[in-house]
């Protein structure tokens, strides 16, 4: 049994959602399901649905959905046949159907007194503005889940859920909001009084698969009590962030999950933070800069490069750091960078990390650029060189790529057409792919390579020390991170 009091007893379940081209495809799809609780049987997705044999020799409970086109399914036939498929699985033993509340099953409903029903409501347009009426009409029905899933376009509109989830205490829901704003619905469904959570291959906006669920969010170990982190940006649903730092909090035995913070803006970054119980997160593109005038403090390291990746909580307020340039520095792997010449590719935020580093470590350091007035203000700002591109050939024994440039799916970009590797290291903090057009060319010419993954592994394992004072191993969240390129190489 599983509840809106979960937190108090049964945790989340996870219900696999399948489809198929026929029912033989459908029914196979169904008993290959792997990890999760129940499964969802899409019967809109087959041409000829049988709702006896969607029931029959299941291995796990199901809940029999057949959806219109409006709805977002693929059911193109009349709904009187729709319906007809319905009541058939209803009345052949179903552990639950799925019913729409916009769609007249209220006899339905009342005449079953809600037993073995889902009663559904979609939005894929937004957050309607009626939500809490329509849920309230229909809590009075009393089905035995209540389901509602509504398209969300910025963080803190996932408090409307977690609204209503106070205000039906007590009863079954799975409140889902719908997109990549919504991903911590899905992830944390507990946090929203849900009393399952769907995963399949992407059958609605932002649905994660059962394995990524189970493995990558460690889905069956988060609670009550769990302590939320999450990478702050957009987009951040493939980032390998979450692979990295979960795998990190496992390692070390601490009850935390990190999951994915697609903030529509800064604003809306801080008050989904604060609508979720954020107590820590990573900060990525495009809210590194704006950040910094939300904070009540900046450490050294993010006033100097201009730039925050780490939201820390402290007794006064939010803390912003800069993890990346002690990031860079752990990622050379022994590389001794005192009296090197080393040439950054790039004046952004990476590239300004990168040069303290390296001015640190005693290198001479010269930043090249496309935009005068950026390079030499990055100079005058940090005490190092700026230049314009090309680089002259034999002016470095250092190249660093602090630029997207040959990131996943533009890998056959070049981030340095000039192709003058006449130095002895070449160090790209792109990750992925792990072997960028940058690197394979270096590695050509003779030098040395360093893949990005390095420095992304280690600024994480400095985020999670700022979080709870332990500093993880790093050899784990390097295996996550390597498993979840290789997972999104396999699904490009």
Known sequence: MCGQDQMESARPLVCATVTGRSMAELRANRDAVKGADLVEV??????????????????????????????????????????????????????????????????????????????????????P?????RVDAMAA??????????????????????????????????????????????????????????????????????????????????????ALYGI????????????????????????????????????D???????????????????????????????????????????????????GCNTDVEGFRAGCAGLELAGQRVAVLGTGGAARSVALAARRAGAAVTCYGRDRARADALAAELGVGAALRPVTAGSWDVLVNATPVGTHPDAEQSAFPESAYSGTVAYDLVYNPARTRFLREASACGCRTIGGLEMLVAQAARQIELWTGLRPDPGPMRDAAERALSRQAEHA
């Open 42 to 127: 899409r019967l809109d997705s087959v041409a000829d649905p049988d709702a006896a044999a969607a029931i029959a020799g299941r291995l796990l409970p199901v809940v029999v959905t057949c959806r219109r086109l409006d709805e977002g399914g693929w059911f193109s036939g009349s709904e009187q046949a729709r319906r007809a498929v319905l009541m058939a699985a209803l009345d052949g033993g179903a552990d639950y159907v799925d019913v729409e509340f916009a769609h007249g099953f209220e006899e339905t409903v009342s005449r079953r007194r809600g037993r073995n029903i889902v009663l559904s409501l979609h939005d894929f347009a937004g957050c």
């Open 129 to 133: 503005a009626d939500l809490e009426a």
């Open 232 to 267: 702050a940006g957009r987009p951040v649903s493939h980032s390998l962030s979450p692979a990295m730092h979960n795998a990190a909090f496992e390692s070390l035995g601490i009850d935390a999950a990190y999951v994915p913070l697609a903030a529509a803006d800064v604003d």
């Open 269 to 319: 970054l801080f008050d989904g933070i604060r609508v979720l119980g954020i107590e820590g997160a990573s900060v990525t593109a495009p809210f590194k800069l704006g950040v910094m005038t939300r904070v009540a403090t900046l450490d050294t390291d993010a006033a100097l490069t201009g730039a925050v990746n780490t939201l820390v909580q402290d007794t006064g307020g939010w803390r």
């Open 141 to 226: 029905l009393n089905p035995d889940v209540l389901k509602v899933a509504v398209r969300v376009s910025r963080l803190a509109e996932c408090g409307r859920l977690a609204a209503l989830a106070r205000r039906h205490a007590g009863r079954r829901m799975v409140l889902i909001a719908m997109g990549e704003a919504g991903l911590a619905t899905r992830l944390v469904p507990g946090r929203f009084g849900s009393c399952w959570t769907y995963a399949g291959d992407g059958v609605a906006p932002g649905q994660i698969d059962v394995e990524r669920l189970n493995v990558e969010f460690r889905f069956r170990r988060i609670g009550p009590r769990t």
